[in-house]
């Protein structure tokens, strides 16, 4: 099984659109959870971290249930710059990130 | 503030040709430092980690090394390139948060 599993996509979504992606992970002594951002040909930026009880940003909700090992990104309200591969991050105290290997969204106009 | 500067941009290297790319850290000291890399539609790969000078952590075997000659520099490097070693390689580092914060990556063709 692999440590960090994503739906890879591609989500094709029309603008003003809310879309949700899912993320799971294998090691329950996972600490740390983060989403990163990936445009074309560029380097992964952190979007935001996954708290336990759950955070917003703007039109970016993420959540994270240890239960069941899975963390989600909501977006609402699509735009065109969403566009991109988003990648969902795992840590264990001490060790490397683990990074999933992304979910592409497309925006449509 | 911190920045990570990592060079150069692109890179085409004929196959059994050497490699050295190289990445620095401004800003903070002693930073934990991370070399990935990334082929062509694949997800990110641990290569390389660092927490000290001269402490490096190789997580896949193949022909590529690292070194951390300063405490705010990491160094990939290979003696002979495979086709296979193309990709986009990424340094990092991380905060105190956790998260990690990527330089601007090299992609290396290999012809």
């Known amino acids: 099984r692999k440590e960090v599993e994503q739906d890879p996509g591609p989500f094709n979504v029309p603008e003003g659109a809310t879309v949700a992606f899912n993320c799971t992970y294998s090691?329950?002594?996972?600490?740390?959870f983060f989403w990163y951002r990936q445009d074309c040909r560029k380097e992964p930026k952190l979007l935001m971290s996954v708290y336990s009880s759950g955070n917003e940003d703007g039109r970016f909700t993420a959540q994270l249930n240890r239960a069941s090992q899975y963390i989600s990104l909501l977006i609402r309200d699509s735009k065109l710059s969403d566009s991109a591969t988003y990648l969902c991050?795992?840590?264990?105290?001490?060790?490397?990130?683990?990074f999933g290997k992304g979910t592409r969204l497309s925006v449509i106009a | 503030s911190q920045t990570i500067h990592q060079w150069p941009a692109t890179l085409v290297q004929p196959v059994g040709s050497p490699l050295s790319l190289e990445c620095t850290v401004e800003g903070t000291s002693n930073p934990n430092l991370y070399w990935y890399r990334q082929a062509a539609g694949r997800g990110l790969q641990l290569l390389f980690y660092?927490?000290?000078?001269?402490?490096i952590s190789s997580e896949v075997p193949q022909n590529l090394s690292a070194s951390r000659p300063q405490d705010r520099q990491f160094i990939l490097s290979s003696k002979k390139l495979l086709l296979s070693d193309s990709g986009f390689y990424l340094c990092a580092w991380s905060s105190s948060s956790g998260g990690y914060t990527f330089g601007s990556g090299t992609r290396l063709t290999v012809v």
């Open positions: 090691n329950s002594a996972s600490q740390s």
């Open positions: 660092s927490v000290g000078i001269g402490q």
């Open positions: 991050v795992v840590n264990i105290r001490n060790t490397p990130l683990v």
